[in-house]
């Protein structure tokens, strides 16, 4: 079997996966994970998070201090700018980026940089948002993406291009969703590239008056949390855009109090680094076995999350249609009685 934990290079990256971390500044996320871990044992079945949501088995991180490093995975469909939009955040040529509807990047890449003085983390992915994206190499870039963005990603940016939100961008909302877990959408940034199509235009204005329904659903779903890219933008305006993302990305750390999206995976994916299991196949191998299950499970949930969803939206319309009925009823009654009145009258008259 070959090494999932090495991928391919970049001015950042010249060792396996499992030497990239600095265990220290992990250090502190770490003990906290292995707390929570502990406490999970008491927390079996539906968990509710700080927010009123549900989610089965999906495991929140509540009341840690923010961490050293600002870690931000890049997800959406192929062909949206992913590669290129990382390149801009780094302000640097990192990742590999062409125009083209096939994929250019085959393998999870990591690449760090600064903002203000925090470390940024991105990790770039491959095709793992399409419908298709189920074979052997789909789970083992699942597993290296959990494993470059241990112990949770502060932020999954969804990148779609402005006026092109597809069929193919909703299938990639909903693979997000099933790689990391119904709840997703709360650590979501949509990023909208091509920037420049606005025209000096209003971002708020394009997405309040777009006719795209689907757009409109997702916007809600993340918080009205969206910014734009130029990814051809140098200098002052690269930084300008930079600083409009970071902003958002901060405020989605303060509604989240710094807390990071986490899971049973990325459990096991952290302490698979700390154990240096990288380099052994049979860990590896259970590993996998691990991405596999976890996926299929989280799966499962978003569909039992649907079913019970469309359930509610069900009932909530019988119960409009009963209500409703009663008031045509009483309308009509009201109705009645007013013509009998008039007949009686008019017959007193007569």
């Known amino acids: 079997m070959k090494n999932i934990f090495t991928f391919p290079e970049t001015a950042y990256m010249r060792q396996p996966a499992f030497l990239w971390f600095d265990r220290i500044m992990y250090c502190q996320d770490y003990i906290s994970l292995v707390q929570f871990k502990d406490q999970k044992k008491l927390m079996e079945g539906l968990q509710r998070s700080r927010y009123g949501t549900m989610a089965e088995g999906g495991i929140e991180h509540q009341g840690f201090e923010p961490s050293s490093s600002l870690r931000i995975i890049l997800v959406g469909k192929t062909g949206s700018g992913r590669s290129a939009t990382g390149n801009s955040i780094l302000c640097q040529p990192v990742f590999e980026s062409k125009l083209g509807a096939q994929a250019v ?13 925090r470390s940024i983390v991105v990790v770039d992915t491959p095709p793992i948002f399409e419908a298709e994206a189920q074979d052997q190499e789909v789970y ?9 963005s241990v112990p949770g990603p502060h932020v999954l940016l969804l990148v779609t291009q402005l006026g092109r939100f597809t069929e193919q961008d909703v299938v990639a909302v909903t693979r997000v969703k099933e790689v990391f877990g119904a709840g997703a959408e709360r650590y979501m940034v949509i990023l909208f590239t091509h920037k420049e199509d606005l025209e000096g235009g209003s971002l708020d204005e394009y997405v309040a008056n777009t006719d795209n329904l689907r757009l409109r659903r997702l916007v809600r779903e993340c918080g009205r949390r969206y910014c734009a890219f130029n990814n ?3 200098g ?27 899971n049973e995976l990325f459990f096991d994916a952290q302490m698979l680094l700390q154990m240096g299991g990288g380099a052994h196949g049979e860990g590896q191998r259970r590993y996998l076995d691990k991405v596999r299950l976890q996926v299929a499970k ?26 409703h009925v009663k008031i045509f009823v009483l309308l009509v009654l009201c109705l009645l009685i007013f013509l009998a009145i008039v007949i009686i009258l008019c017959t007193h008259q007569g």
């Open 105 to 117: 990047t085959r393998k999870c890449q990591r690449a760090t940089g600064m903002w203000n003085g």
């Open 140 to 148: 083992e870039n699942i597993g290296a993406c959990y494993l470059l």
């Open 236 to 262: 002052d305006e690269q930084r300008e855009q930079l600083a409009q993302l970071m902003a958002v990305i901060e405020g989605l750390e303060r509604e989240h109090q710094s807390a990071f999206l986490t």
């Open 232 to 234: 051809r933008a140098l």
């Open 298 to 323: 989280q799966k499962q949930d978003l569909k039992e999350a649907e079913r019970n969803s469309a359930f509610k939206a069900l009932l909530r319309l019988k119960a409009w249609i009963v209500s």
